[in-house]
T-cell receptor, first 114, second 115 residues
């Protein structure tokens, strides 16, 4: 069975601090995809990143970075120098290669305090 | 290009009434997904279509829920009769073909309140 666990339900940090959102996944497949989505207060889900299971290189996009470690089945997301606009709910998700659908975690609500 | 468009944004109805939610996917996308989001259960996939054909409706909670996709640019999710426990935010998402599969683009959602 596939499963995504985001153990942190809610995090609050002061602006400019770094923050890491944890994601642990379970799958028996060797080929799969991992995702992060952002849900700002306006409500829509915004795609951030997709990573396939064969690519364990870390990725950086501006203040965002992702650390994929197959050995620990984790795909963590770090925001550097956080800003108030980063306040949102962040979802980690998993999809098998042969599936069209995505399994979402329960999300982590991030509050960036000014 | 416009994103996924959902209507209405908010719907308030009374128990027992029929509710129809609408979705226009991104032009050219082959896949369309309907999700429900609640505090208790998070994001749940209800049903998805590929080229207008329902592929997996195992997430549809019960017979009161039905979804259709009469053409590539329109889909509906209908609840009849509605119940208070159906109150949730319903999202529609679309995805391109298998080359870029699984990157789903979401609409703004419809917040449904059943009184």
């Amino acid at each position: 069975a596939q499963k995504v666990t985001q153990a942190q339900t809610e995090i609050s940090v002061v602006e400019k601090e770094d923050v890491t959102l944890d994601c642990v996944y379970e799958t028996r497949d060797t080929t799969y995809y991992l995702f992060w989505y952002k849900q700002p207060p306006s409500g829509e889900l915004v795609f951030l990143i997709r990573r396939n299971s064969f690519d364990e290189q870390n990725e950086i996009s501006g203040r965002y970075s992702w650390n994929f470690q197959k050995s620990t089945s984790s795909f963590n997301f770090t925001i550097t120098a956080s800003q108030v606009v980063d306040s949102a709910v962040y979802f980690c998700a998993l999809s098998r290669n042969r599936d069209d659908k995505i399994i979402f975690g329960k999300g982590t609500r991030l509050h960036i305090l000014p | 290009d416009a994103g996924v468009i959902q209507s209405p944004r908010h719907e308030v109805t009374e128990m027992g009434q029929e509710v129809t939610l609408r979705c226009k996917p991104i032009s050219g996308h082959d896949y369309l997904f309907w999700y429900r989001q609640t505090m208790m259960r998070g994001l749940e996939l209800l049903i998805y279509f590929n080229n207008n054909v329902p592929i997996d409706d195992s997430g549809m909670p019960e017979d009161r829920f039905s979804a259709k996709m009469p053409n590539a640019s329109f889909s509906t999710l209908k609840i009849q009769p509605s119940e208070p426990r159906d109150s949730a935010v319903y999202f529609c998402a679309s995805s391109p073909d298998r080359v870029e599969k699984n990157i789903q683009y979401f609409g703004a959602g419809t917040r449904l309140s059943v009184l």
